[in-house]
Every structure is written in structure tokens, then in C-alpha cells.
């Protein structure tokens, strides 16, 4: 089954597109349970930022550093660390985080953080994607909690025996899974920016590819903004208040929003 795409020309489009045609009969509320990530290329596949690491053509040549990346990132980080992480898990969120490569593929809760990050650059010529995941029907086909997992939850995925560790998954000691991580609160930016992540045991193919080789490309939708509506999208994104100044909640996005909006 391919990933079904769907063309938006406007933040409205793409809003009624996501919003559920009936309400929920427990909550009585129209609301997608999904998640959303924005990418500046829609003829991208969904690519981690390990797997961008040394170029995308190819793509995933350096994905056997990420053990080397996460050592050195303990080693180095320590005295910068405002609290200590609670385990490996919660430093590979912290690197993450702070623009270490890993496998973890950033989402967002909202749809407008994923569209602002997809038109963040209103110039070019390419059209833009919000990808849309649900991450439920990822949970269900590897039989995981039909709840988002916090790190601590991740020592325990498999059941009992050996914790997973990141390490275990970096060799490969894992059967094949992906599933839904909830980060902590590190700092302002990912509760402003309704933050999550995706974890994959395969860092050696896209993960939409991924998915589709484990039968799940249903659980994904493209929607695509072409490339003559980007800068409608990012303008009505402006005026919806999707910017750096609230996104980014310190001096580099208050910087970052007046570059663009003087720009």
C-alpha cells in the first residue's frame, strides 16, 4: 500500500483535512490522536538526523558512529548538564535534543508546529510536507501500550529479561520495532513546541520506508504544500502565531523571530 498524499494550498485546508468528520463518542470532541512532523522537502523520504549525517545521497553512511556519538556526548556534556539524566535513555534525548545525530525522528502534538517547521524558510522553489503518524496503529501492530512511552517505560518494552538500553538496540540486539516516546520537559522549547519522538530499530532505512516494509505505510499521510502556496501557508502561520518568539522560548528565538520578521 503507498503512503497516500494529500495536496493542501492553505493552513485551513490542512486543518479540515486533519480534523475528524464526527466526534469522539467518549470525549465529544473532534480530535486527531496523531502526530505531525514538518519537512522542508516533500520528495524527501522521513530521514533522521543520524541518517543525514555525512550527506542524504546516500543517506545512513555514518549510522555505525551513533555508539561513538552517544559515548562522546556523555563524556563531553557533563559539565554543561544543568541536572544529571536520569539513565541512557534520557541522555539520548538530552543529545537529541541539543542537535546530537541520533535515530530519534522528531514529531509534534500539533500540526501547526510541524507546518512551521516545514515553511520556516518561506524562499525556494520545493514544495513542503506535514507528515502525519499514527503512532496508535504502530503501538498496536507490535502489541505496545496504546499510550505514548515516557523513557522509563523503554527498560521494560520487550517485557521481562534484559532491559532494553540504547546500546542494545545501536547492535541490533532487538527484534524489529518502532514506537512512541514522550519526552521530559528539558526546557520551555519542547513544552512550547508539544515535542515527541519516534525510536526505530533500523537505522538503515528511511523510516517511512521502514514502515511500509513492516506493512504499516497506512499509518502515515503526506500532506503536501506546493511550492506557489508556501509562503500563503507561512503567512497565515504568522498570524496564527507560529513563529520562533513562541516556539522558541529564549533570546535565540526572540533573535531568530526578528530576523524573520523584518526580513
Known sequence: MPIEEIPVHSLGELLDALTPAEPDPETGRRRDPCVYHGAVAADLPLLTSLDRLGGT????????LEAHLLRNFARYARPHLATEPTGEWELL?????HGVPTRLLDWSYSPLV??????RDRTGDAPRAVWRLDWQRVH???RFPPLALLIEDLGGLFGEGEALTP????????PAFACMLE???LDGRIVAQAAAFTLCSDAAQPFDTFLASEGLAG???????????VAHVRDQLDLAGMDERRLFPDLDGVAAF?????A
Not at 534525548?93 to 535534543?97: E, G, L, P, R
Not at 546500546?167 to 532487538?174: D, H, K, L, S, Y
Not at 499509518?219 to 502556496?229: E, F, Q, R, S
Request: aromatic share 14%; net charge positive.
Open 57 to 64: 545521497n546516500p543517506p545512513h553512511t555514518k549510522a555505525h
Open 93 to 97: 534525548v538530552v543529545a537529541q535534543h
Open 114 to 119: 510541524a507546518a512551521h517547521f516545514a515553511t
Open 140 to 142: 498496536a501492530h507490535y
Open 167 to 174: 546500546w542494545r538496540v545501536f547492535e541490533g540486539e532487538t
Open 183 to 185: 519526552p521530559p520537559s
Open 219 to 229: 499509518a502515515l499521510t503526506k500532506y503536501v504544500v506546493p511550492a506557489d502556496a
Open 258 to 262: 526578528l530576523r524573520a520578521y523584518y
